[in-house]
């Protein structure tokens, strides 16, 4: 299952994520709420695509990859 402190340290590390994002005037989004790797938003209409390449872009490493589902 892993160790201990795993969950710790993804929310760590998501958390920084969540700041660059919101900190960006042009990309932040109305509505953001996380819960472990689900992640609900409401975005202008438009801008889906650029948030979603800005996120990927914030990963040095590519390990983690933003998709996204329209309703």
């Known amino acids: 299952m892993g160790s201990p ?3 710790l340290v993804a929310n760590m590390f998501m958390e920084h994520f969540e ?3 919101l900190n960006t005037e042009d990309l932040k989004p109305k509505l ?3 819960y472990v790797d689900d992640i609900l ?3 202008k209409k ?3 695509e650029k ?5 990927n872009g ?3 490493s590519n ?3 933003f998709t996204y589902e329209v309703e």
């Open 5 to 7: 402190v795993s969950p």
């Open 19 to 21: 700041q660059k994002l």
């Open 32 to 34: 953001w709420k996380r």
């Open 41 to 43: 938003e409401v975005v």
């Open 46 to 48: 438009g801008s889906v």
């Open 51 to 55: 948030l979603t390449d800005f996120l």
């Open 58 to 60: 914030l990963d040095d």
């Open 63 to 65: 390990n983690i990859k």
